[in-house]
């Protein structure tokens, strides 16, 4: 269990606040079965290779790469994943009435099936659930596109005959400046800034916590390994996610 002077801090912070700002990584979806990339058993340590995956122009140029990315995203476990405590906490969190906003570097959706309402989740990297049409923009739910693979391995938009991806953000890929604009809003507004699972090395996300700190907020960073922004937080929690999370929030969210 999460214990000690930490997380003791931790909690002095949090109670304190009544606006709320959370950052959550990979590594907050890892006790529900989702490899994360950059940590010891990620999927980009284990593999460089497959960060090309990733890469939007080879997606875009290349049809053989589309067609292992649909059959990866076909294959993800986040199809079977349910929330861990972890995530159920944050939904406890956005129950109380003290979270600002849950910006989130996951395309998973378990803070959504946990409980955290639509309005509070801010999603900077995209989400696996929706397919979008790279020419014309339809959005699709993407069991729909899915379920075509059989008969079309690299399946495209049924408008406009046009490549299609996962609604996520692809390295070399514009971020969307509304999304970006409303997770800077709730940094900014936030009085705690709680930074969980990440590795605070991927910008403009990782730069939130500038903007918490900048504007006033204390933060907290939740992460097995060390970040470039241990030094800035107030309280550092080693201690697992799933242990960490609950503890902190259970002294809270009541």
Known sequence: MADGPSLAAAEALLSGSGKVAVLTGAGISTDSGIPDFRGPQGVWTKDPAAAAMFDYDTYMSDADVRRRVWLMRRDHPAWDA??????????????????RGLITQNIDGLHQAAGVPDDRVIEVHGTMHRVACMSCGLRTPTPEVLARLDEESDPHCLACGGIQKTDTISFGQMLDPEVIE????????????IAIGTSLTVHPAAGLCDVALSAGATL???NAEPTPYDEAASAVLRDPIGDAVP???????V
């Open 247 to 253: 503890a902190l929030v259970r002294a809270v969210a």
């Open 82 to 99: 349910e929330p861990n405590d972890a995530h159920r906490a944050l939904a406890d969190l956005a129950g109380s009435g003290r979270l």
């Open 220 to 222: 907290i960073v939740v």
């Open 182 to 193: 409303a997770a800077a809003a709730a940094a900014e507004d936030a009085e705690v800034f």
